[in-house]
Nanobody, 121 residues
């Protein structure tokens, strides 16, 4: 079994910053792409950013330049640095990882439980 644990969300004023972390644990053989998505009530989950095991990154157009994704492969951890936050960035942020399971050798995607980011005006 594989678990993703997120941390770093919270309440911040407009213009502020937060750093989200997500660590994968459990029966892990390897991790391919990792990423962050966000969701607001009544809306679909949307891409924020992804990063491959070779550190190739991709961002949603509206977030590139303000947000930075990175990862530490030795720690099975992905980070999301959020800068210049605006009230419209308020959402639950979810971590996603494409993991090859050590026990069965099966590759599939896993989701974290989500962390709330609230930006006040």
């Amino acid at each position: 079994q594989v678990q993703l644990g997120e941390s770093g969300g919270g309440l911040v004023q407009a213009g502020g910053s937060l750093r989200l972390s997500c660590t994968a644990s459990g029966s892990i053989l390897s991790i391919n792409a990792m990423g962050w998505y966000r969701q607001t009530p009544g809306n679909q989950r949307e891409l924020v950013a992804t990063i491959t095991s070779g550190d190739i990154t991709r961002y949603a157009d509206s977030m590139e330049g303000r947000f930075t994704i990175s990862r530490d492969n030795a720690k099975n951890t992905v980070y999301l640095q959020l800068n210049s936050l605006q009230p419209e960035d308020t959402a639950v942020y979810y971590c996603n990882a494409n993991v090859r399971d050590r026990r069965f050798g099966v590759t599939r995607g896993y989701w974290g439980q989500g962390t709330q980011v609230t930006v006040s005006s």
